[in-house]
């Protein structure tokens, strides 16, 4: 199988051809046809705690970084559930010794996968995984239901805007911080654009909390936790995304939580129903050929990455 792989984020994504990985019990081989970039993956690469947890637990030799693949099973072991041909959309999982997903094919568990209907094209099942799950993992740890707030930093990247969209499924109101060229996306979403351009991005959302929850999909360099928890509710969470050493103590407090979703089927075929319902979309930026990985990380280390980016094998 063809690899892209690294030794550190100073050396750049090279291709490179690896053995085939063996089936355990229950895995399925996936051919993949679109791979969805994340923050995590370039992070990965990077020598913190990721990549500390990757060489205490990951697989060794190469670093083959990348977690969101969709594509087709061509092989299936005799107690995996899924049989060759299915279309599917998944993640990788380093901790179970899997290769990520920055390649042309995969081996993992068949319960990390979710079957595709023939509605949804693989460019966008290969948006969801982590976006997706972390955003309804966000969505469950405020207990978002109708009638509820969410405030979310960072509405136009992939997180946000499948936060947006999950939150107006679920007849709450929303709340996104994103730049005047984003103002309208947003508001296409159902929330309400809080432009960060003309002043205090926080001040300017508080008048519509408070807060039940608050997706941090920014860093608390930019939105300090402090501010932001003053915008809760009482029972209200600030779910960090993007988090920094300085934040671990503040998890300590009841109100301040770290989320990075892990794609399983459960929540997968949830946000496969929602798609096939119109209830949520994807926005790719760009589709970008796996050989040119590396310069996919350029623009997602950018930080201005509208939606999504795909890399095809």
Known sequence: MIVATSCSAEEPLTLVELPSEPLGSRDVRVAVRAIGVNPVDWKMRSGGPLRLAHRILGPRGPLVVGVDFAGEVVEAAERADLRVGDRVVGGTDFSRKQLGSYASEVVVRDEQCAVLPASVSFEVAACLPVPGVTALTCLELGRVREASRVLVLGASGAVGLATLQLTRARGARAVGVCSTRNAALVERY????????????????????????????????????????????????????????????????????????????????????????????????????LAEAERAHAMSRGGRVVGKLLLIP
């Open 190 to 289: 159902g929330a309400i654009a809080v432009d960060y351009t003309k002043g205090d991005a926080l001040a300017a959302a508080a008048p519509h909390g408070p807060y039940d929850l608050v997706v941090h999909a920014v860093g608390t360099a930019t939105y300090p936790l402090r501010a932001c928890r003053s915008l809760l509710t009482r029972r209200g969470v600030v779910a960090l995304v993007v988090i920094r050493p300085a934040d671990y103590p503040a998890l300590a407090h009841r109100d301040v939580a770290t989320v990075l979703g892990r794609p399983h089927r459960a929540v997968l075929e949830q946000l496969v129903s929602a798609v096939a319902r119109g209830e949520l979309e994807t926005l790719v930026e760009e589709k970008i050929p």
